[in-house]
């Protein structure tokens, strides 16, 4: 399991970021200074399973998206046994996991679309 640094700042650095999103499993997420933030839309959007870790984080839309389908959560006194937990993941409730993230990814589409009035 490998685990990625600072990417730095500049264009170079924002096509290594989402190179990065695209080539790995799983993207964690830890809260910031905000409530919400795009980097788990983001982990979803390049087919990266988000792992939140976090003990009250209440996922944007969480009364009509399924999140435990597509992201993993752990509580913060987990963090030490992260990488443990993860490798514990059945290869197969991974792939179904990640499945159901790219098939998420259509619900947070970054891409305006017409609305019928």
Not at 29 to 44: L, M, W
Not at 72 to 84: G, H, Q, R, S, T
Request: hydrophobic residues 40%.
């Amino acid at each position: 399991m490998k685990i990625s640094s600072h990417m730095g700042y500049g264009t170079k650095s924002k096509a290594n970021y989402v190179q990065h999103m695209k080539n790995n499993k799983y993207c964690i997420y830890t809260q910031g200074f905000e409530v919400n933030s795009p980097r788990v839309v983001e982990a979803i959007f390049y087919e990266c399973v988000p792992v939140i870790i976090s003990d009250n984080f209440v996922p944007r839309f969480f009364e009509v998206l399924n999140w435990e389908a597509f992201a993993v959560f752990i509580p913060e006194k987990d963090i030490p046994n992260l990488k443990n937990i993860l490798l514990s993941i059945p290869e197969e409730k991974y792939k179904k996991t990640a499945i159901e993230s790219g098939e998420g990814a259509a619900t947070f589409s970054l891409e305006p679309k017409a609305c019928e009035i």
